[in-house]
């Protein structure tokens, strides 16, 4: 149906298109693209708009159950998570729309920059583990100074990493990821890394690596790697500050699975994030690229079994619930990996990069002592997706 | 095949209008080339008369197919006209029209009881002498495609009847009112390439045309009405093997090496003609839809101007016109361009959608990669092609592109990569 070559007549004489074009006395209004001549329904701007509405749920969901928690600042959490958002959302927009006047040939992309905005704001780390910890060191895990680091990888990740990145043809590294952490960077060892979490001497942080218990209750000291009370650090971290529960099986799944306090602001309910993001992958089906979230979550699952069996764990379920689970991993999954700029774009690729990032992911976190080593975990597989693009593994039609 | 697109057909008033005969034309601009292969020359010089059915352009080449006057009269000038099987212009006849409709000595034809005893070689010259070529849009000449080699047996026969592209339903008119006409089509390519299973296959969309076809096709000895869910894509002669027989053609090859030849119902329908009554190829089925009230398929002259049809049926506000179909077809870059052999679609768009979409950058979601039946990479070749590395698109295979435009149809960035990946195609 479709020979290989049109063996093309030649033209009679010199007469040019164009000439052509202008003898016919109907041809002055006719559009000429090239085919296909209809479009299917999806643009770039729908994705985005679809983006926004799901990560705006789960801020919605995060707003409306961090309201009860006040800050040794003063502050309402969940009303400075509502003005971070604000704060984010129109800068982004702000500057995109600022960009686009200054400089000609960049797209004006209102609702991409509100996208960023909202994962500026989903990925910030506001009243980390023992907000007192915030309080001493200066870390700006609380209102106001939460605000003014917000605007600053807002605009930092927007201009350089969205802007500036894309003059070069494509983006590297997820923009929002990277903003944070360079911004974030002497922040980030302070306040991630698990021995300063006992620096106040409240709080009995347990390492990873090493077998995990849920048999202490809060409060009670100790630390360092083997430490079988993860359950009670899980409890006085992610728990309401106020609520005095003792560390069971039942209460830890409730909160690493309805409300978690602290950590990330995206994943404050991974059953949120869960429904805001399957609903994404379903309205833009195909187009999403769902592959990536769901083989990391189940490569995530697989790897900290197979790490609960080697060190002998109390039980197999603590150590799922906090690498499936925890506000970086829940919303970095569903949001920030499945950016589509960053990622591979063949099914196969997409599922390398998912179960690669499940492994970087377990490994920073475990042995690494540093928790939220997801977002580590993401710069370093962006960095690696125009290699996997390269891998090819299904050959064409009839080859 | 899960990952297929699918595209709304857009057929439902049109699939039900009957074919009308749209009155031959003042001036008949033929093209001298509507085939692919040789380059065809003019047999007549400006002055001569000349009758329907006389050849009046032709060249002695081994894959090539004439073209014939398809009214009688005068030829007033030989000049270039915009060619939409080429988009650009070519040479073309113009006949003026004497209103006499004088015939021309008819082709040689056979008596239907006399198929079977007919020689090959006397088939297959019939159906060069009269023109004939793939009718579904790739123009390649039909009496080339039948003459397989003997070392090669043919096992099945497909009748393309799939007819994807959306808007388009002259094939679908030409099943429901030429069933009869393509019964006899079907045993003369049957005959012509040793008895394989025949397969007629079609959309179970298509409700008028699949029962006349199975009550057609019942008493024919080895053939099968197959009416399944095909998409869009595979209409494709490739995909279609794929989609009916469980096998994918190795890319590069000749059909009858596979052993199936895949074979369009317009052209079936114009083999019987000029088989068994001697018509040359000289009109066609083509669907006039798109943005218009009254969608229609006409039996039109090849060779009538395009304005001229679009005048008859008073569309006056176009924005562009879209002949041989919205998917592969070709936007016209002037409307005096003529209907040839390949126009299946004569398709309106209104101003608003006409308008070009603006491409913006990629977002790299990889749509185009999950959407192309053939398993390409349109958006590594579209960057290939627009850093002029032809080398690399080759390394992707762009070759192999069929040119069903899905990657363009799915872009949420408005890229144009079936334009790009047709290019890089065309330059291998």
Redesign the interface.
Known sequence: MFPKKFNKPPLKDNTSFEKVKLMSENSNELVVNPAPHIHGPMTKNRMMQYTFFAILSTLIVSMVLWSQVTTPSGWNLGLTLAICTVISVGLAVAFDFLIGKVASDSEVNTWSAAVFGLIVTGCYTLGFPSMAIGAEMGVPVEAPLAFYYVAIITVLGLVVFKKVMGLAGRKFVNPAAAAKFLVLLPGTAVTLLTSWHSITGMLSVPSLNGPIGLTTIVGSNGGGAGYPAFGGYLQSCYQLPTSMDIGTPESITQIMLLTKYHGWTGGACSIAVIIAGTALFILGRKYFKWRITASFLVSTAVLSLILSVAFGDADLIARLLFELFIGSSIFMAFFMATDPATTPYSGVGQIIFGVGLAVLTVIIQTFMGFFGGSLLALLIMNLLTPAIDKIRINKPFGR | MANL?H?PEQKEVARKTPIEIFPDPKIAVVL??QQ?????VPLVKVGDVVSIGQKIADVQAKVSAPVHSPISGTVIKI????NS??E????AIYIENDGKKTKAKPLNTIKESELASTKNEELLKIIREAGIV?M?????PTSVKLAVPADKPIKHLLV?GAEGE?YDTADERVMIERTANLVRGVRVVRKLLGNPKVIVVTKESKVEAVPKLQEAFKNEPDTEVRATHLTYQQG????MQ?AILGY?????KRSYEMGTI?Q?VATINAIANAVFDGEPLISRVAALNGDIPTPKNLMVKIGTPI?EILKANSITD?????VGG???????????APVTKRTSSI?C?NKAH????KP????????C???C?????P??IYNAVIKGDFKKAEKL?A??C??C?TC???C???L?L??NV?MAR?S?
Not at chain 2, 79 to 82: E, Q, S
Not at chain 2, 318 to 322: A, K
Request: charged share 10%.
């Open positions: 697109v595209i001298t080339n692919s292969g040789a380059t065809n000049d270039n006209v915009y099987c080429f650009y212009p070519t040479e793939g579904g849009g790739a123009g390649f393309n959306p494709d002669a490739g995909m794929k994918e053609p190795i890319a590069g895949v369009n304005s176009c924005g562009s016109v879209v919205m998917m592969m077809g070709v936007q016209l870059a002037t409307l005096d398709l768009l006409a308008k070009a979409r913006t950058a990629c977002i790299h979601c990889g749509r990669v999950s959407a039946p053939i398993r390409l990479q958006v590594a295979w070759q192999d069929i040119m435009g363009s149809y799915v949420p960035a408005n144009p079936a334009s047709k065309n291998q």
